[in-house]
């Protein structure tokens, strides 16, 4: 019969103390481990060298194309070639001061004119004064939001009054070696060459016809 032995009280507690650092040690090892795990799974992960467009580039814009506006509006005439500018001049025949709203182009007698923009056709008329038998044409566009354009003088014309069209469109033929082009908003003639350079959002004349954080 084997008899037990009673341990020491003194014995018990040298026992506990020597398994007490074991224990604190255990736990700090443990604390560290997932201290690091959750620092991993934190961390983005490592891209490396992999090439742009594979999900490898870091840069935030990568695969966004830049915004670039398209005209509103396009010349009238294939073959472009400013003659006179709209705006303030000297008059070659009184030596004063003039305004001039239209643009003048050179152009080929029996050229293409086209129209500028998407629309309809409102007015097909003589020029002032004019006899309407023998005088050449103007065509006058309505493009919305109070825009016209104004093309002329033409020879033969190939459009009417209520016909929607399109930019591009023929208008119809240019009747001598010089084309006018005319752009007003709401009735106030513009630099035709606002219209024909810039796209339509940079008209201050429109800001208040577009809705609201539209720029």
């Known amino acids: 019969m084997v ?36 620092t991993d799974e ?3 992960p490592d891209l490396g060298d992999a090439a742009p467009g594979e999900g490898g580039s870091t840069d935030p814009f ?3 194309e830049a915004l670039h506006p398209e005209p509103w509006a ?18 070659p025949t009184t030596g004063k001061y003039e305004r001039r709203e239209a643009l003048r182009l050179r152009v080929d007698a029996g050229a293409f004119v086209l129209a500028i923009a998407d629309g309809k056709v409102i007015a097909v008329e003589a ?5 309407p ?11 919305g939001q ?8 033409l020879s033969e014309v190939g459009v009417h009054p209520h016909l929607p069209v399109t930019r591009g469109t023929q208008l119809g033929l240019a009747a ?40």
Not at 75 to 90: K, L, N, Q, S, T
């Open 74 to 91: 396009a010349w009238p005439v294939e073959y472009v070639d400013p003659e006179v500018f709209a705006g303030w001049r000297i008059s």
């Open 62 to 64: 990568a695969g966004i």
């Open 3 to 38: 008899r037990a032995h009673a341990m020491h009280p003194r014995s018990v507690l040298t026992s506990l103390a020597l398994s007490i650092p074991i224990v604190v040690v255990a736990l700090a090892c443990s604390r560290d481990e997932a201290s690091a795990d959750a």
């Open 176 to 215: 001598g070696r010089g084309l006018e082009l005319s752009v007003s908003v709401d009735g106030v003639a513009i630099d035709p060459l606002l219209a024909l350079r810039q796209p339509l959002y940079r008209w201050p004349a429109q800001l208040r016809r577009l809705p609201a954080g539209a720029l």
């Open 42 to 44: 934190a961390q983005p």
């Open 133 to 143: 038998g023998e005088a050449p044409l103007f065509v006058t566009v309505d493009h």
């Open 127 to 131: 020029g002032a004064g004019e006899d």
């Open 146 to 153: 109070g825009i016209e354009s104004r093309l002329g003088p």
